[in-house]
């Protein structure tokens, strides 16, 4: 074999092991929730056991009692109702604002865009002391209203970003076209620029929503009362009773709350990793 | 009529159409950004207090207790290991990562999904499934180290329980949360890149090193630098981490800025230390800013 082979056949080598060995230990911790989500508690709570099979046989007992005595259940619907009406609110925001800005002429618009995305980057654990005192005091404390408050603030800039960049690739020539058959120039962007829109609009839909199921600390900070938890409190904090972790339920409810959210993220990936690059990749 | 006063009002109708569609995404972010920024500000030289009616001007008194606690020092310096470290595994790692999966092959949808599984799902449930690998007792790490005779039975260390440790677990799950969404930036970036140019540099008798650092490397710039500035924010500023994994233990080994300001402002009820604290948040991300604008007009320009 020449030399050149052989060198083509270990770089292949090294780079099939980097892959392997990256994904296994990405990966891990979800092989991990989904076999103590199966595992019965004295399998689990048994040190010389080989945690890696199952030594007693597979039971359903957590998935049952995460579904049956907890409320689990609460905690998916609670954060199912805020995303959506967090998703509606960022639309109704985010679409016109996005539209108003790719339209708007010169370096301005550029500059007004960058800075809204910067906006992103203030973190909720610079603003949460000072909102907790303002939920406070707009009586919205211990209510889920607090985080549809809140969390558009937290989606429309990068929104704005992500649409921006999706309305200024439709050629204008569309709108004036529809103005001169008589629509406003409002008209035209309801009619003829959203509706072609819909792709970025889907984005935006499911960047927001994951974001209202990712996010933790003003979920933590605003809301105490455990009927009126997001999954992604209630699970950490509410599925320990005292010292007493459970710990297969917890994982079970890990596992159910990631991997749909993970699948639906995956299809759009692309389209946030481009809004991520701030235009350094074109 | 006329033509140009006709000009003149397409000019101007469509941008009062483009203020009132504007508007309400700036008053947003005014309303919900900007203003709590400046109670933060103010609160900080207050005496604010969860309960309490009426606040007070306090001076520079919150910022001089706080300098003087271990606790806050401890704060400061944790964020700046955990950042740095995190940052350079994850630019290691997903360097290493993003050049093995940029060449398509078979099944790559599915270990991309896979990768990526970290960065995507709700990080507070990532780190409870952390919580329960490092677990005292029943640690799978654990169990390996014992079956392989690296420690004995139940001598093995206690991974979130010990300082060291502690911190080393932090930065870990840091580092694993983060490093998919690395590896699709600099896949993205990678995808941008001509190849003609290295190609080209190829034929003129440039080695593989010279290629690497002189041109591939400096190409790649922007799009690491990206990466960088988003994962030093995503990890200087993140509370749920250290929060679920240690709560800023053992004996504040592992406080960061963000768990010391909610301990101190929410659990604590002392708004106004709290927001003092959170404010050394700021120059980090006023940097941060800096050089993403710096980058986003470079992209501009060219």
């Known amino acids: ?282 | 009529m006329s033509a140009p006063a006709r000009k003149a009002s397409a000019a101007r109708s469509p941008s009062a159409l483009g203020i009132a569609m504007f508007a309400p995404a700036v008053l947003y972010i005014v309303l919900l950004i900007g203003a709590p920024f400046a109670l933060a500000i103010l609160y900080a030289f207050s005496d604010a207090r969860i309960g309490a009616t009426s606040i007070h001007f306090a001076g520079l008194e919150n910022f001089r207790s706080i300098l003087q606690s271990p606790s806050f020092r401890m704060a400061v310096k944790n964020s700046i290991v955990f950042t740095v470290c995190a940052q350079v595994i994850i630019i290691v790692c997903s360097g290493m990562l993003s050049i093995a999966l940029e060449k398509p092959f078979r099944g790559r949808g599915f270990v991309r999904f896979l990768i990526l599984l970290p960065w995507v799902a709700p990080v507070s449930l990532g780190t409870i499934g952390w919580k329960w690998i490092l677990d005292s007792i029943y640690s799978v790490i654990t169990w390996v180290l014992v079956s392989l005779h690296f420690y004995k039975p139940y001598s093995a260390p206690m991974w979130l329980g010990q300082p060291h440790l502690a911190m080393a677990s932090v930065i870990l799950v840091h580092c694993w949360r983060l490093i998919p969404f690395s590896t699709v930036i600099m896949l993205a970036g990678m995808s941008a890149i001509s190849r003609e140019i290295p190609e080209a540099a190829a034929i003129d008798g440039a080695g593989f090193w010279r290629t690497t650092f002189q041109i591939n490397l400096p190409m790649m710039t922007p799009i690491v630098s990206v990466a960088v500035l988003f994962g030093t924010v995503f990890t200087f500023t993140d509370m749920t981490v250290v929060y679920i994994l240690t709560a800023g233990g053992p004996f504040d080994s592992t406080q960061t800025i963000p768990t010391l300001a909610f301990a101190t402002g929410i659990a604590g009820s002392d708004l106004a230390a709290g927001a003092a604290i959170s404010l050394f948040l700021v120059p980090v991300l006023v940097v941060v800013a800096y050089l993403m604008l710096r980058i986003a007009h470079r992209a501009e320009v060219v």
Not at chain 1, 62 to 77: M, S
């Open chain 1, 1 to 282: 074999m020449s030399a050149a082979g052989a060198r083509r056949i270990e770089a292949k080598a090294v780079r099939v092991l980097v892959l392997v060995s990256f994904t296994v230990l990405l990966a891990f911790p979800f092989f991990w929730m989904l076999i103590a989500a199966f595992k019965q508690n004295l399998d689990l709570y048994t040190v010389e056991n080989n945690p890696f099979k199952f030594n007693l046989p597979p039971t359903l007992d957590h998935v049952r009692f995460l579904f049956g005595q907890t409320r689990f259940v609460r905690w998916l619907g609670n954060t199912a109702f805020v995303g959506v009406i967090v998703v509606a609110i960022t639309l109704l925001v985010a679409v016109p604002a996005a539209y108003a800005l790719a339209r708007l002429t010169g370096r301005w618009g550029e500059r007004l865009g960058i800075a809204i995305f910067l906006t992103y980057l203030i973190p909720p654990t610079l603003l949460f002391i000072p909102l907790s005192r303002v939920i406070g005091i707009l009586g919205l404390q211990d209510s889920l209203f607090s985080l549809v408050v809140v969390y558009p603030s937290m989606t429309i800039p990068f929104s704005i970003w992500l649409l921006m960049g999706f309305f200024k690739s439709i050629p204008r020539e569309l709108e004036d076209a529809a103005m001169v058959d008589g629509l406003t120039r409002f008209g035209a962007f309801l009619r003829m620029v959203v509706p072609i829109s819909l792709s970025g609009i889907l984005t935006v839909v499911i960047f927001t929503f994951t974001l209202v199921t990712q996010e933790f600390v003003y979920a933590l900070t605003f809301i105490s009362p455990e009927a009126r938890q997001m999954v992604g409190v209630g699970v950490p904090i509410f599925l320990v009773r005292g010292d007493v972790y459970y710990w297969g339920a917890l994982m079970a409810a890990c596992l159910v709350a990631s991997l749909p959210i993970g699948i639906v993220y995956n299809l759009f990936l692309d389209r946030f990793i481009a809004g991520f690059t701030v235009g350094s990749v074109k």
